[in-house]
């Protein structure tokens, strides 16, 4: 099948599955995102690739998946459990007073985003040392990480790295 014939192969089943509602509801601002992209950059959507990776992602062991998919998936697990995240600036980051005050009232996890964007690869693999400031408890922090099994190492009573 070529590529072009794949995409307008999952390009229609996607519309079909659209208007037939086949999708929970939860998901549907998702295809229709999927149709957007689609139908606006054609076969550099790469939908075929996208729903690879999606179904492998889904399906597989999030062990198996690469660092940056984990940590992700282990700051969604925090989220859920009524964490705030926030990437933040280098300048902001050079105040920790400024961040402890700002996030005082909540369980945080901050991170430089200059660090973020130096330590993953395009791949997703962690190729660099990325430093969590942790406003909150640490331990449930670290045992999130450690889930996830993300090499994470605590620096300070509020700091903690993940090494490659």
Request: glycine share 6%; with cysteine.
């Amino acid at each position: 099948m070529s590529p072009l014939s794949t995409h307008a192969f999952i390009l229609r089943w996607l519309t079909v599955a659209y208007k037939q509602k086949r999708f929970p509801r939860a998901i549907a601002s998702d295809i229709e995102g999927l149709l957007t992209l689609g139908r606006n950059k054609g076969l550099a959507a790469s939908l075929f690739s996208r729903l690879e990776y999606l179904w492998s992602s889904c399906t597989g062991p999030v062990s198996a998946q690469s660092d940056l998919y984990r940590l992700t998936y282990a700051i969604e697990q925090l989220k859920s459990r009524g964490w705030v995240n926030a990437a933040v600036s280098d300048r902001d980051w050079d105040n920790e007073t400024l961040l402890a005050l700002e996030y005082s009232d909540a369980n945080a996890l901050l991170v430089r985003k200059s660090a973020l964007t130096c330590g993953f690869s395009d791949g997703g693999k962690l190729v660099a040392p990325v430093e969590f400031l942790v406003n909150g408890d640490l331990s449930a922090c670290m045992a999130v990480f450690a889930a996830h099994t993300l090499s994470a190492v605590m620096l300070e009573s509020n700091r903690i790295v993940l090494q490659p």
